[in-house]
């Protein structure tokens, strides 16, 4: 099988252009872009900016790909945009390269989906299998971690983090930090519980679940001070690794609070 380049298409001098690629009707493709193996680009794409997409990805039509951010502190610095393996771009979806004030990159792992009108800001560092729905928008610096899944229309604040397996519900804004293994929502989100949906679909054992669901209760207890909470559970589920991902994503300094379950107050 041999590229396969739309004479309508623009491919500037430079790009660099991997073995196998599609490109269809009407995309443009930067000098400084680079295209891996079999990359298909459908029709209408515009891939700028110092842009590497990995192999077997595809990218629908009307994306914007690559382009400069939308911070007013941008001044054209050389930064860069990856994207990993096997992502999936749909219709409309933005992304853009990092800034200076933020590394200088804006990272996506491998197998990702992107739904229509998902967009991911300037230096943003996505992991793998991440889900985007439609128009679910990635302010900068946002880091999010593996099997991420964001529901539609939600919305999530600078700097906030989102760790593993985490999900986001549908029109959720969040302002702060989420758990790995949590699962937030509503219109200024609160933790709601765990993500079980996802951990029994990614195969965690009936065990496995109910020792997370034990130890966040004790996380999140109403008793005691965070750190007392977080030392006692350390003490109970040291050996266990999810339990564990969870203390140290609590203990990391963050700019941001982390998201908290919603306390019922009585009338």
């Known amino acids: 099988m041999s590229s396969a380049i739309h004479p309508t298409a623009i491919v500037e001098d430079g790009a660099v252009l991997g073995a196998d690629i599609a490109i269809g009707p009407y995309c443009v493709v930067g000098g400084e872009v680079e295209l891996g193996d079999r990359v298909r680009l459908v029709s209408h794409a515009a891939i700028a900016g110092r842009t590497r997409i990995g ?14 951010p939308q911070d007013l502190k941008y001044k054209g610095e050389a930064s860069r945009l990856e994207i990993g393996r096997k992502a999936v771009i749909r219709e409309h979806v933005t992304m853009n390269p990092g800034t200076e004030g933020g590394g200088m990159l804006t990272k996506v792992g491998d197998e990702c989906l992107f739904m229509v009108g998902a967009h991911v ?16 928008t990635l302010a900068g610096h946002v880091e999010v971690g593996d099997f991420v899944i964001l529901g539609g229309l939600s919305a999530i604040h600078q700097f906030v983090r989102i760790g593993p397996h985490a999900m986001i519900g549908g029109m959720s804004g969040v302002e702060q930090d989420v758990i790995p293994y949590g699962m937030v929502m509503g219109d200024r989100a609160n933790l709601s519980g765990l993500n079980l949906v996802g951990l029994k679909r990614r195969g965690f054992s009936r ?22 909470r977080l030392d006692d559970a350390v003490e109970v589920y040291g050996a266990n690794d999810a339990v564990m991902d969870i203390v140290r994503f609590m203990r990391h300094d963050s700019s941001r609070a982390l998201c908290q379950p919603r306390v019922e107050h009585a009338a």
Do not use: K, W
């Not at 192999?55 to 400069?68: E, K, L, R, T, Y």
């Not at 800001?121 to 679910?136: E, F, K, S, T």
């Open 121 to 136: 800001a300037h230096d943003c560092l996505l992991g793998d299998h991440v889900i985007m729905a439609n128009n679910a």
């Open 55 to 68: 192999a077997d990805s595809i990218v629908f039509p009307f994306a914007s790909i690559g382009h400069p």
């Open 207 to 228: 065990d496995d679940i109910h020792t997370l669901r034990t130890a966040y209760r004790l996380l999140f207890a109403q008793d005691g001070t965070m750190g007392e």
